[in-house]
């Protein structure tokens, strides 16, 4: 778990975190199973408790469906110590990568949260890569 329990600023801010998640998942147009397992596990990886995972996919697709701008996404994230943000962005290359390719959407998209959550090129590049290699 990565969050101590009082660390968890709350449901919102989890659904919001699984909102990005999956944003990521549906920006190539092909929203899958093995995405949504990332994506749980991630959730699990927060502290979401397993009853509780459901609900907080659920109410993060109403989230995501509603919001046109990836900012309301990321506010939050950004001032999470390094080693989370981290963590979160390991899910999202994981996410991007489940069918071992990136398309320009979501390179795209990953070099717009890098400026968003003040991840160093070199630091998101690396992780990148780790997920590529792991994904084959």
């Not at 995405?35 to 699990?44: A, Q, S, Y």
């Not at 697709?61 to 390094?82: A, H, Y």
């Not at 070099?111 to 994904?135: F, V």
């Amino acid at each position: 778990m990565i969050f101590k329990k009082n660390e968890i600023k709350s449901n919102n801010f989890l659904s919001k975190v699984c909102a990005l998640l999956i944003h990521a998942a549906k920006i190539d147009e092909n929203y899958t199973n093995k995405e949504e397992k990332i994506i749980k596990k991630t959730l699990k990886e927060l502290g979401v408790e397993d009853e509780n995972i459901s609900k907080t996919i659920e109410d993060a697709k109403i989230i995501e469906e509603n919001s046109n701008q990836i900012l309301e996404f990321t506010r939050e994230v950004k001032n999470l110590p390094e080693q989370d943000k981290i963590k979160i962005v390991e899910a999202l290359w994981s996410i991007i990568y489940s069918n071992n390719d990136a398309d320009i959407y979501e390179t795209n998209l990953m070099r717009r949260l890098a400026g968003l959550l003040y991840i160093d090129n070199k630091t998101m590049g690396d992780i990148k890569e780790k997920i590529k290699q792991n994904s084959k």
